[in-house]
């Protein structure tokens, strides 16, 4: 899915599916961001995984000391470019989530969020363990899925975006328990409360599970 979002839903294309989004998305987008957004302060160098072209970057920048956001997809990296000017306090990379290069106890927060977890089809257990990895003992690492009471909404959204040749048609057979089936190959899995804490239990970890807005599924680790 990774080779996906560098190749068809990228830069002005991953922008307009924001831009279809239903008034019931719009809410959950904000209050996913405002969870973030308490969790961040003036002295805080945040890591942003999978920043795309810097939608939820440039609403972390006026908050923290400064802000770091990687992406596999060049194009995406260049729209965040705008974000850049001013001398504002940002870096952005072309970088795997799964093998980061960054050295360890780099951040204060890492975070991975809108089900980047399951997005980037990639080992979940190595995209937690590298950016456990990079955020100093204290610093928290938050990932964040679709709470399963959203998933009316959340197809709702996919549906419009189908509607605008954003994404491939909707597979309706297949697409079923949290999982969104394109049939250009698209695959949108969900991952649960179960899934969250198996995850953070496979490294040793304790993991505070919130659900937001019901529409987010919140992990949050703090780094011992």
């Known amino acids: ?19 279809v989004a239903p008034p019931r998305v ?44 990687i992406d596999t997809s060049i194009a995406s990296l260049r729209l965040a470019r705008s974000l850049e000017s001013g001398g504002r306090r940002i870096q952005l990379a072309a970088m795997d989530a799964a093998g980061l290069g960054f050295g360890d106890r780099t951040f204060d927060l890492a975070l991975c969020i809108q089900n980047g977890v399951c997005a980037f089809a990639v080992d979940p257990l190595k995209l937690l363990s590298e ?8 610093g928290t690492v938050l990932f964040s899925s679709y709470a399963a009471c959203f998933w009316p909404d959340r197809l709702e959204w996919f549906r419009a975006q189908a509607a605008r040749g954003l994404i491939g048609e909707i597979d309706e057979a297949a697409t079923r328990d949290g999982v969104i089936v394109c049939r250009d190959g698209f695959r949108a899995r969900t991952m649960g ?26 992990c949050e680790v703090v780094v011992p």
């Open 26 to 69: 719009m809410a959950y987008l904000e209050a996913e961001i405002g969870f973030v957004l308490e969790r961040i302060s003036r002295s805080t160098l945040a890591l942003e995984l999978g920043c795309g072209y810097g939608r939820v970057l440039e609403r972390l920048l006026p908050r923290a000391r400064a802000v770091v956001g």
């Open 131 to 138: 950016a456990v990895r990079v955020t100093r003992p204290g």
């Open 193 to 218: 409360p179960e899934g969250f804490a198996a995850l953070a239990a496979s490294l040793g970890l304790t993991a505070t599970l919130t659900e937001v807005d019901g529409s987010s599924l919140f």
């Open 1 to 19: 899915m990774t080779g996906y979002y560098v190749e068809k839903l990228a830069a002005e294309r991953l922008r307009a599916c924001y831009e």
